[in-house]
Every structure is written in C-alpha cells, then in structure tokens.
C-alpha cells in the first residue's frame, strides 16, 4: 500500500519562502515519479513540480527559478521537498503530494498519478 504524507505547510509573506516534505512508502521497486500539485480555491488541481526515480526534476513554468524540487533515500522510504522561494500570493493552495509508477519523463496529468497524499495549505499574504 502507498502511502504518501505531506509537512510543512503554513503561512509566509511575499517573497518569503517555505520547505514541504513528503515521505513516500510502500511502492513496489522500479521507475517512478513523485510529484507536487497545488489546488487554490475553485481552481483546477494543477502540477507544480515531479521528480524521477533517477533524479530528474520537472517544473511547470509558472513557478521555474523559485521552486527546486528534490528527493532522499532512506531504507524504503523516499522523502521529496520542494523549496519554495519568493513565494507569491497566488502560490496559496493546498498543495498535494502524488506518485506514478512511470519511468522516463514525469507527467504533467493528474490522472497518471495513482496515489495522493492529504495535502498542506500554503498561505501566502502581501
């Protein structure tokens, strides 16, 4: 069973930054992606940034240059982060933790992802 659990949400001011974390357990071994997707308020769920088994970071261009996503091993779990710098307040958003079992690039879709974390709100405010 996998099991996906965020941390690290909470709220920051405009231009200040924020670290999540996600422990990802209980995935067979192989190709796999691990990802970030946000959903604000009456808003669709969106990708924000995946990383591969390999190490192979994607971002969507909205938040390219602010955000740097990475991942460590530890036994047979997986810890992603995502570090978010000159946070915006359109950066508010619950933002979810997802993985595929898919090698090669990291899909942007929500619907390749197979698993979710809970999520964390992000706020942000001016």
């Known amino acids: 069973q996998v099991h996906l659990v965020e941390s690290g949400g909470g709220s920051a001011q405009v231009g200040g930054s924020l670290t999540l974390s996600c422990v990802a357990s209980?995935?067979?071994?192989?190709?796999?992606?691990l990802a970030w997707f946000r959903q604000a308020p009456e808003k669709e769920r969106e990708g924000v940034a995946a990383i591969t088994s390999a190490g192979d970071p994607y971002y969507t261009n909205s938040v390219k240059g602010r955000v740097t996503i990475s991942r460590s091993q530890d036994g047979a779990k997986t810890t992603i982060y995502l570090q978010m710098n000159s946070l915006k307040v359109e950066d508010t958003a619950i933002y979810y933790c997802?993985?595929?079992?898919?090698?090669?690039?990291?899909?942007?879709?929500?619907?390749?992802?197979?698993?979710w974390g809970q999520g964390t709100q992000v706020t942000v405010s001016s």
């Open positions: 209980g995935y067979a071994y192989g190709p796999n992606c």
């Open positions: 997802a993985y595929a079992p898919v090698g090669g690039s990291c899909p942007g879709g929500v619907s390749v992802y197979t698993h």
